[in-house]
C-alpha cells in the first residue's frame, strides 16, 4: 500500500509539475506575443506615420524608475504628447522576453545567476558602453538616437523635451 499511494503522489506531483510547465509556458507565450506587438505597433508607427520612437528603459527593482513611472509618465499631458506625437513603449531592460525589432531578433543576455540584461536594452539605453536606470531614448526611424536620458526626468522637463523634439518649444 505505501508504494501505491507514492506511486500516486509522485504521478499526481509529475502530473502537476507538467501542468504548471505548460502554465507558465502560455504565460510567457503570451507575454512574449504582447511585448512584440507593442514593439511592432512602435517600429509601424514609426515608418508610416514618421513619428519618433520613445522607449522608457526601466527594471522592476528600480525605485527611480518606478517614480518617473508613475509620475511624470503618468502625467496628463506628458500622456498626450506621447499618444499623439510619438510611438511609445515601456520596456523591462531584464526581460527574458525575446523581441524582434528591424528585422532582428534581440535576447535576454544572462550575466550571473539572477542578473543580466536585454541586447534591446543594451542597443538603445547603453551611454559610453554602460546602462543605467531609467534611461528614456528618442530615436527616429533609421534608429538614429536623438535624446538620451539617464535618471529621474520631472514632468516639466519631459514635457518640454518632447516638445522641443516635435519642434513645439512654446507647447502646443
Not at 45 to 68: D, N, P, Q, S
Not at 87 to 111: K, L, N, T
Request: aromatic letters at 10%; hydrophobic letters at 40%; one cysteine or more.
Amino acid at each position: 500500500m505505501g508504494s501505491e499511494l507514492n506511486h500516486g503522489t509522485m504521478r499526481y506531483a509529475h502530473l502537476s509539475l507538467l501542468g504548471a510547465a505548460w502554465l507558465a509556458g502560455t504565460i510567457t507565450g503570451a507575454a512574449q506575443d504582447t511585448l512584440n506587438r507593442s514593439i511592432q505597433s512602435l517600429e509601424q508607427r514609426m515608418e508610416a506615420e514618421g513619428k519618433l520612437g520613445v522607449v522608457f528603459f526601466y527594471t522592476e527593482w528600480c525605485t527611480v524608475c518606478h517614480a518617473m513611472e508613475q509620475v511624470a509618465l503618468q502625467n496628463p499631458e506628458v500622456r498626450r504628447l506621447l499618444d499623439d506625437r510619438f510611438a511609445f513603449v515601456a520596456f523591462d531592460a531584464e526581460s527574458e522576453v525575446p523581441v524582434e525589432y528591424g528585422g532582428q531578433v534581440f535576447r535576454y543576455r544572462p550575466s550571473g545567476v539572477h542578473s543580466g540584461v536585454h541586447e534591446w536594452a543594451l542597443e538603445l539605453a547603453s551611454v559610453d558602453g554602460k546602462i543605467n536606470y531609467p534611461t528614456l531614448t528618442v530615436f527616429n526611424a533609421q534608429n538614429k538616437i536623438l535624446f538620451q536620458h539617464i535618471g529621474l526626468l520631472g514632468e516639466e522637463s519631459l514635457i518640454a523635451v518632447l516638445n522641443e523634439l516635435t519642434g513645439e518649444s512654446n507647447g502646443r
